[in-house]
């Protein structure tokens, strides 16, 4: 009995998931502005024509690429929830996706990209925000806990800083405790320093 061919969409699709794994390992790996489509076309065995008639452009396949959203804090009380923050350093500090990596590493040259990361790191601090109890300057609060963990990230995942890679994540988590539940749990400033 023959083997039943695949449909054209079938290939369409196949092709298109080539294309964007070849995106995330090179955006990943240099960055949005030393990534080209020649070079995606290559890593994905295609022509550079179809990469454009699939996406459009750089930035629209970048955007495609990298779309791999976080999920944000579960409402589990302000204690839980500098657990729970603390928690995703385990991931962070592992293999992280390919599109993360991509982000990541282009946000610092690349508006687009850090216009993306700007706009998850919101949507991340408000779900922070909405699981912590009332403080004063809550916003505030979420993005440096935030912004904490994602600095220790990119410590440990671009610059491979020895202190960072070579200590466990248990070891860090246990470090960063104490200011991410203060800044969750909303102290007031002289409880904290007191």
Known sequence: MPTAQPSRAERRRATEARILAGARELFAEKGFDRTTIRAVASTAG?????????????????????????????????????????????????????????????????????????????????AVVAAMPPAQDAELRAMLALTTLLGVTIGHQLLGLPALRDAPTDRIAALLRPGISALTEGKAENEVAG
């Open 46 to 126: 295609v022509d550079p024509a179809l990469v454009m008639q699939y996406f459009g452009s750089k930035r629209d396949l970048f955007t495609r690429a990298v779309q791999v959203r976080p999920a944000a804090p579960a409402a589990t009380g302000a204690e839980g929830l500098a657990d729970q923050l603390l928690a995703t350093l385990g991931p962070k500090l592992g293999a992280l996706p390919e599109g993360t990596l991509a982000m990541m590493r282009s946000m610092l040259t690349d508006p687009g990209a850090a216009d993306e990361v700007r706009a998850r790191l919101s949507q991340q601090a408000e």
